[in-house]
Protein backbone atom coordinates (compact mmCIF):
# COMPACT_ATOMS: atom_id res chain seq x y z
CA UNK A 1 0.00 0.00 0.00
CA UNK A 2 3.25 2.44 0.86
CA UNK A 3 4.36 1.81 -2.37
CA UNK A 4 1.58 2.16 -4.19
CA UNK A 5 1.18 5.84 -2.31
CA UNK A 6 4.49 6.61 -3.57
CA UNK A 7 4.19 5.67 -6.99
CA UNK A 8 0.79 8.18 -7.41
CA UNK A 9 2.91 11.10 -5.69
CA UNK A 10 5.50 10.22 -8.12
CA UNK A 11 3.35 10.96 -10.82
CA UNK A 12 1.21 13.63 -9.41
CA UNK A 13 4.91 15.38 -9.20
CA UNK A 14 5.94 14.80 -12.28
CA UNK A 15 2.42 16.04 -13.70
CA UNK A 16 3.17 19.41 -11.69
CA UNK A 17 6.32 19.69 -13.37
CA UNK A 18 5.32 18.95 -16.36
CA UNK A 19 2.15 21.82 -16.46
CA UNK A 20 4.39 24.27 -14.64
CA UNK A 21 6.94 24.06 -17.67
CA UNK A 22 4.62 23.91 -20.21
CA UNK A 23 3.43 27.42 -19.66
CA UNK A 24 6.97 28.73 -19.27
CA UNK A 25 7.96 26.97 -23.04
CA UNK A 26 7.08 28.49 -25.98
CA UNK A 27 8.08 27.41 -29.35
CA UNK A 28 7.55 29.31 -32.77
CA UNK A 29 6.94 26.68 -36.01
CA UNK A 30 7.89 28.59 -38.88
CA UNK A 31 7.03 27.37 -42.79
CA UNK A 32 9.53 27.45 -44.95
CA UNK A 33 11.19 30.54 -45.91
CA UNK A 34 10.84 31.56 -49.24
CA UNK A 35 13.89 33.36 -51.02
CA UNK A 36 13.26 37.66 -51.49
CA UNK A 37 11.82 38.18 -54.13
CA UNK A 38 9.51 41.21 -54.96
CA UNK A 39 6.24 39.13 -54.29
CA UNK A 40 7.16 38.28 -51.15
CA UNK A 41 8.16 41.77 -50.25
CA UNK A 42 4.58 42.34 -51.04
CA UNK A 43 3.79 40.61 -47.79
CA UNK A 44 5.20 43.35 -45.72
CA UNK A 45 3.78 46.89 -45.12
CA UNK A 46 7.42 48.08 -43.90
CA UNK A 47 10.35 47.08 -44.75
CA UNK A 48 13.76 49.18 -43.58
CA UNK A 49 17.65 49.06 -42.79
CA UNK A 50 18.69 50.28 -39.66
CA UNK A 51 19.95 50.37 -35.91
CA UNK A 52 18.48 49.04 -32.79
CA UNK A 53 18.22 52.02 -30.24
CA UNK A 54 17.20 50.35 -27.42
CA UNK A 55 16.99 46.69 -25.84
CA UNK A 56 13.75 45.03 -26.60
CA UNK A 57 11.34 45.94 -23.31
CA UNK A 58 9.55 42.54 -22.80
CA UNK A 59 7.05 43.99 -21.12
CA UNK A 60 5.41 46.22 -23.97
CA UNK A 61 7.21 43.90 -26.33
CA UNK A 62 9.02 46.96 -27.97
CA UNK A 63 12.01 48.56 -29.08
CA UNK A 64 13.45 51.59 -30.68
CA UNK A 65 14.19 51.57 -33.95
CA UNK A 66 16.60 54.53 -35.80
CA UNK A 67 15.58 53.69 -39.50
CA UNK A 68 18.87 54.18 -42.22
CA UNK A 69 16.81 53.36 -45.19
CA UNK A 70 13.27 52.80 -45.56
CA UNK A 71 12.38 51.16 -48.76
CA UNK A 72 8.97 50.26 -48.07
CA UNK A 73 6.16 52.28 -46.70
CA UNK A 74 6.42 55.79 -44.63
CA UNK A 75 7.46 57.49 -41.54
CA UNK A 76 7.14 60.64 -39.88
CA UNK A 77 10.24 60.30 -38.06
CA UNK A 78 13.37 58.63 -38.40
CA UNK A 79 12.74 56.51 -34.96
CA UNK A 80 10.01 54.45 -34.81
CA UNK A 81 9.07 51.60 -31.95
CA UNK A 82 8.85 48.02 -33.40
CA UNK A 83 6.47 45.42 -31.64
CA UNK A 84 7.85 41.69 -31.20
CA UNK A 85 7.34 39.27 -28.68
CA UNK A 86 9.77 38.11 -25.73
CA UNK A 87 8.83 34.82 -26.31
CA UNK A 88 9.56 32.40 -28.95
CA UNK A 89 7.91 34.14 -32.23
CA UNK A 90 9.61 37.23 -31.10
CA UNK A 91 13.01 38.22 -32.72
CA UNK A 92 16.57 39.10 -30.52
CA UNK A 93 16.85 42.66 -30.65
CA UNK A 94 19.83 44.56 -28.51
CA UNK A 95 20.80 47.60 -28.63
CA UNK A 96 23.49 48.65 -31.07
CA UNK A 97 22.84 45.61 -33.89
CA UNK A 98 21.74 46.70 -37.47
CA UNK A 99 19.00 44.71 -38.65
CA UNK A 100 16.91 44.59 -42.19
CA UNK A 101 13.16 44.33 -40.76
CA UNK A 102 10.20 43.61 -42.58
CA UNK A 103 7.24 44.73 -40.76
CA UNK A 104 3.36 44.16 -41.14
CA UNK A 105 0.66 46.55 -39.37
CA UNK A 106 -1.77 45.36 -36.51
CA UNK A 107 -5.34 46.69 -36.05
CA UNK A 108 -3.50 49.46 -33.54
CA UNK A 109 -1.30 50.30 -36.42
CA UNK A 110 1.94 48.83 -34.39
CA UNK A 111 4.92 47.43 -36.70
CA UNK A 112 4.48 43.54 -36.04
CA UNK A 113 7.66 41.55 -36.46
CA UNK A 114 7.86 37.74 -36.13
CA UNK A 115 11.23 35.52 -36.40
CA UNK A 116 8.95 33.62 -39.10
CA UNK A 117 9.33 36.78 -41.42
CA UNK A 118 12.17 37.80 -43.33
CA UNK A 119 13.90 40.25 -40.83
CA UNK A 120 17.56 39.41 -40.31
CA UNK A 121 20.48 40.69 -38.16
CA UNK A 122 23.85 42.51 -39.65
CA UNK A 123 26.53 40.05 -38.44
CA UNK A 124 30.43 40.75 -38.71
CA UNK A 125 32.12 38.98 -41.79
CA UNK A 126 33.52 36.55 -39.41
CA UNK A 127 30.78 35.19 -37.84
CA UNK A 128 28.90 32.56 -39.60
CA UNK A 129 25.57 33.47 -41.05
CA UNK A 130 24.01 30.52 -41.01
CA UNK A 131 20.67 32.11 -42.05
CA UNK A 132 22.25 32.07 -45.55
CA UNK A 133 22.10 28.48 -46.07
CA UNK A 134 17.78 28.28 -45.03
CA UNK A 135 17.06 31.02 -47.34
CA UNK A 136 19.50 31.25 -50.45
CA UNK A 137 21.07 34.45 -49.93
CA UNK A 138 23.04 36.34 -47.56
CA UNK A 139 22.11 39.89 -45.74
CA UNK A 140 24.25 42.28 -47.97
CA UNK A 141 22.12 40.23 -50.84
CA UNK A 142 19.12 41.24 -49.33
CA UNK A 143 20.15 44.67 -48.85
CA UNK A 144 21.32 44.98 -52.37
CA UNK A 145 17.98 43.37 -53.73
CA UNK A 146 16.21 45.85 -51.85
CA UNK A 147 18.31 49.25 -53.00
CA UNK A 148 17.92 47.63 -56.78
CA UNK A 149 14.33 47.23 -56.55
CA UNK A 150 12.86 49.71 -54.21
CA UNK A 151 13.57 53.71 -54.02
CA UNK A 152 14.31 54.64 -50.72
CA UNK A 153 11.48 57.00 -48.77
CA UNK A 154 12.32 60.14 -46.92
CA UNK A 155 11.09 60.47 -43.53
CA UNK A 156 7.68 62.70 -43.40
CA UNK A 157 7.44 63.06 -47.12
CA UNK A 158 3.34 62.37 -48.46
CA UNK A 159 3.29 59.68 -51.16
CA UNK A 160 0.46 57.43 -52.41
CA UNK A 161 -0.54 54.62 -49.89
CA UNK A 162 -3.45 52.51 -48.84
CA UNK A 163 -5.88 54.20 -46.30
CA UNK A 164 -4.95 53.72 -42.74
CA UNK A 165 -7.40 53.44 -40.12
CA UNK A 166 -6.79 55.36 -36.67
CA UNK A 167 -6.88 54.11 -33.25
CA UNK A 168 -9.92 55.06 -31.50
CA UNK A 169 -10.77 54.65 -28.14
CA UNK A 170 -12.68 51.02 -27.01
CA UNK A 171 -14.71 53.03 -24.65
CA UNK A 172 -16.39 55.27 -27.50
CA UNK A 173 -17.49 51.41 -28.80
CA UNK A 174 -20.99 51.34 -26.92
CA UNK A 175 -21.46 55.01 -28.04
CA UNK A 176 -21.08 54.54 -31.74
CA UNK A 177 -23.63 51.25 -31.42
CA UNK A 178 -25.73 53.40 -29.29
CA UNK A 179 -25.78 56.23 -32.55
CA UNK A 180 -26.10 53.74 -35.03
CA UNK A 181 -28.91 52.05 -33.04
CA UNK A 182 -30.51 55.54 -32.79
CA UNK A 183 -30.51 55.81 -36.57
CA UNK A 184 -31.85 52.51 -37.62
CA UNK A 185 -34.77 53.50 -35.24
CA UNK A 186 -35.30 56.87 -36.65
CA UNK A 187 -35.47 55.45 -40.15
CA UNK A 188 -37.99 52.22 -39.13
CA UNK A 189 -40.22 55.03 -37.73
CA UNK A 190 -39.52 57.23 -41.09
CA UNK A 191 -40.16 54.52 -43.21
CA UNK A 192 -43.21 53.48 -41.41
CA UNK A 193 -44.80 56.94 -41.81
CA UNK A 194 -43.95 57.06 -45.00
CA UNK A 195 -46.16 53.96 -45.97
Not at 26 to 49: M, R, T
Not at 114 to 135: A, L, M, N, P
Not at 161 to 176: G, M, T
Amino acid sequence: MKKKIQLNSFWFVNLFILLAISNCSIASVCDVLPKLSLEQCGHYNFIAYGKIESDLDCKNQRVSFYSISVFKGSLKDKIVDLYTSCSGSGLPFTQGEYWLVYGVYNNAQELKLSICGHSRKQISKEEIDYQTEVRGSSFFEDLSFLKQHFSLKIPGKKELSAKKYEKFDPKLVPVFLGIGLLFMVLGYFVMKKLK
